[in-house]
């Protein structure tokens, strides 16, 4: 998995995130929501089968927080998952927080 964490000037806010597989876990203001992004597919679907029938869903997760901290996530032709994650930064931020560059799990 590759994440790119996407950075929004939020004073008051920061979140954590630890990466097991395809599984994230985020923790903000003393809550933590797990994501489990195993069965995306492409563009933030879902793919599933039932009854031999495959099924391809927009990819919901119930969130505890008042925001999505999963912005984007998709599968490159290699089926390497990308994904794209909310980051509160300061305003006197580093480059490397106003500018940041995928990095592998």
């Known amino acids: 998995m ?3 964490l996407s950075p929004q000037v939020n004073e008051n806010k920061k979140i954590n995130y630890s ?3 395809e599984t994230i876990t985020a923790q903000c203001d003393g809550l933590i929501n797990v ?6 597919a492409d563009n933030f679907y879902t793919e599933s089968e039932i009854d031999g029938e495959i099924l391809i869903e927009p990819y919901v997760e119930e969130t505890i927080f008042c925001f999505m901290p999963i ?3 998709y599968r490159d032709d290699a089926y390497v998952l990308y994904v794209e ?3 509160f930064i300061e305003k006197d931020a580093i480059y490397e927080e106003k500018y940041p560059s995928w990095f592998e799990i």
């Open 35 to 40: 994501y489990d992004l195993s069965g995306i």
């Open 85 to 87: 994650l909310l980051n």
């Open 71 to 73: 912005i984007k996530a």
């Open 19 to 21: 990466f097991d597989n």
């Open 2 to 4: 590759k994440v790119k």
